[in-house]
Nanobody, 121 residues
């Protein structure tokens, strides 16, 4: 069973920052590609960023330069630091394994329960 637990979502004003956390098992953390996806309004899952087991990271163009992934080996945790948040970043954020995307929408093999981010004045 793949366990992924997200936390850190909150309501912030535009320009604010949040750090999301995703805690998983040591095995998943060390061997799997972990992807952050988000669901905005009634839309499907959107790819945000991901980290590979080799610690490389990639970001969607819409968040590049504002979001940053980091890893804590001691906690098997992946963090998503989100800066300069915009209203369009509002959504439920999930960390996931086995994400595959097509046409801007994604499916996942497993994901957590999600954490809600609201950006508004």
């Amino acid at each position: 069973e793949v366990r992924l637990v997200e936390s850190g979502g909150d309501s912030v004003q535009p320009g604010g920052s949040l750090r999301l956390s995703c805690v998983t098992s040591e095995y998943i953390f060390s061997n799997y590609r972990i992807t952050w996806v988000r669901q905005r309004s009634e839309k499907g899952l959107e790819w945000v960023a991901e980290t590979q087991s080799d610690v490389s990271t990639t970001y969607a163009e819409s968040v590049k330069g504002r979001f940053e992934i980091s890893r804590d080996n001691s906690k098997s945790a992946i963090y998503l630091q989100m800066n300069d948040l915009k209203p369009e970043d509002t959504g439920i954020y999930y960390c996931a394994t086995g994400a595959w995307c097509r046409g801007g929408l994604c499916n996942t093999a497993a994901r957590g329960q999600g954490t809600k981010v609201t950006v508004s004045t």
